[in-house]
């Protein structure tokens, strides 16, 4: 249980600033404005789908390497071992397809839009909003993830308690 709270905690920490800037933006009333919100956070939101994609990607490849580190130690692994393996790799996985998606949305061209409901904008901005910040917090959670793997990989390949 110990582990799942150091590994989600930070996570649950970006989550509760996305909640905090979410309140503090304040309620969007007209299209005009949400279209300006969505512009501004575009641009920074294309940047971190980029860094998390890719992160996301470099993960992986480095989960089979580590998976064959293991594999051919000379130390006994136990299954959690392999476990926090997978759950690494899933979770890079969902990242990856989450900030495709993410990309995708926001590459459409919101300005050019004359047709759509004025309350759609609103919506758009609130949904690529919290798409960015749950992103951000399963990049931590990743990150969180991987520093624990390599720490219990260190210390049962290390021939000293000092880890």
Excluded: C
């Amino acid at each position: 249980m110990k582990r799942i709270a150091t590994t989600l905690g930070p996570a649950i920490g970006i989550l509760l600033v996305g909640l905090a800037g979410h309140f503090a933006s304040g309620a969007i009333y007209s299209s005009l404005e949400a279209r300006k919100m969505i512009s501004a956070l575009s641009s920074p939101a294309l940047y971190l789908g980029s860094a998390i994609a890719s992160s996301a990607a470099t993960t992986l490849a480095l989960m089979l390497t580590l998976l064959g580190l293991v594999r051919r130690a000379n130390a006994e692994f136990d299954p959690l071992m392999y476990r926090q393996i997978y759950r690494i790799a899933a979770l890079s996985t969902v990242l990856l397809a989450g900030a495709v998606v993410m990309l995708l949305l926001m590459t459409m061209p919101i300005g050019e839009f004359e047709d759509v409901p004025a309350r759609w904008f609103p919506m758009l901005y609130k949904v690529l909003y919290w798409i960015v910040v749950i992103l951000s917090a399963g990049l931590v959670a990743m990150v969180s993830m991987l520093f624990g793997t390599v720490r219990s990989l260190i210390a049962k390949l290390t021939p000293h308690d000092d880890v």
